[in-house]
Structure formats: structure tokens, C-alpha cells
């Protein structure tokens, strides 16, 4: 069997096992009390820590370079190991998210500062470009700024159909339109 044979295979089966996992985990999330989903996911981030040797180096080799030298080896872990428990807890906001239907609804998971600053730049009636870093539940942004504004999301294709699909999905579920990265001049203009 040859890499690419070996590599499609692999992706079959992760896809398998993650799709109705993530479907479980929205039902459940959409289910259960805010911080139930949040405790159980950050815990998940917590073992992945210990799990996924690769992204745990990754995150260790990154915050050295930045504060390698204000903190101890030590430290640096302890802060990595956070990062892990935040993205399981960001994580569960995306799950929970999944249930949201009204812009009441967000507004109980979803705090927005500055808002004001968006609301100026749409007023001005030009159009309003929005770069987001990976930070926190970055993917509830698109579905609160659709309950309000025309919005368009420019993503890169994830490699599962059946992920993506799912993602696409809950970018476009409130009203925001999903473009892939790499189609999207075009398509904004």
C-alpha cells in the first residue's frame, strides 16, 4: 500500500469516528448546562495535552519563543497545558453554538466589546472587512455578525468532505456565506 492509499484510508476512518462524535457532542452541548460542556471539554483539552506529543511541542517550542525569556521551562508548560484546556473550552462554546437559533440566544454565550466600532463602519455604507485571528470561539463571530450584517466567511477547505460540510453548515446556518479560500476574490468582489 502506498502513502496516498495509507493517508485516504486514515482520513475514511478518523471521519467515521469524528463525525458522529461531534453530532453527539452538539446534541449533548445543546442539552446539558453551559458549564457541564465547559468542564468536560476543558478536561478533554487537558489529556489531550498529554495525548497529542506533537501539538503539545508545538505549543511549547511557540510560547518559548515568546516568553522564553521571562519564564521557566516549567512555567511555559503550565501555560501550554492551559492553551489545550482553552481550546477544549472553546471548543465546547463551538458546540453549544451549534444549537443557537435567535440573536438572544448567542448573546448568552457570546460577550461582544468594541461592537460599536463595527456598527460605525457598516453605517458608513462602504462595506466592512473583518480579519479574525484563532482566538477563543472564533467561529461564533460569523453567526452573531450575520443575525446583523450581510456576511460573507473566506476559509480554507478542510481535507474531511464530511467535516467541512459540517463546518460550511454551521457557518452558513444563520445567514453568513461560506467562501473558500482561493475562490474568494472573485466571489468578494
Not at 111 to 133: D, P, Q, S
Request: net charge positive.
Amino acid at each position: 500500500m502506498n502513502r496516498q492509499t495509507y493517508n485516504r484510508i486514515r482520513r475514511g476512518a478518523r471521519s467515521a469516528i469524528l463525525v458522529p462524535i461531534f453530532r453527539l457532542s452538539i446534541a449533548v452541548c445543546g442539552w446539558v448546562p453551559r458549564w457541564c460542556s465547559h468542564l468536560f471539554f476543558s478536561s478533554m483539552g487537558s489529556i489531550g495535552y498529554y495525548v497529542v506529543g506533537r501539538d503539545r511541542r508545538r505549543a511549547i517550542t511557540h510560547l518559548t519563543q515568546v516568553y522564553g525569556d521571562q519564564y521557566s521551562p516549567r512555567r511555559i508548560r503550565s501555560m501550554a497545558r492551559q492553551v489545550f484546556r482553552n481550546l477544549g473550552h472553546s471548543f465546547a462554546d463551538f458546540m453549544i453554538g451549534q444549537s443557537v437559533r435567535t440573536k438572544e440566544d448567542l448573546e448568552e454565550i457570546l460577550t461582544v466589546e468594541g461592537g460599536e466600532h463595527l456598527e460605525n463602519a457598516y453605517r458608513k455604507g462602504k462595506g466592512v472587512v473583518v480579519v479574525l485571528c484563532h482566538l477563543s470561539c472564533f467561529e461564533l463571530i460569523a453567526p452573531s455578525s450575520s443575525l446583523r450584517y450581510p456576511t460573507y466567511i473566506v476559509g480554507a477547505r478542510l481535507d474531511d468532505e464530511r467535516m467541512d460540510a459540517m463546518l460550511v453548515k454551521s457557518r452558513e446556518r444563520l445567514g453568513a456565506t461560506n467562501i473558500y479560500k482561493g475562490e474568494a476574490s472573485l466571489k468578494l468582489f
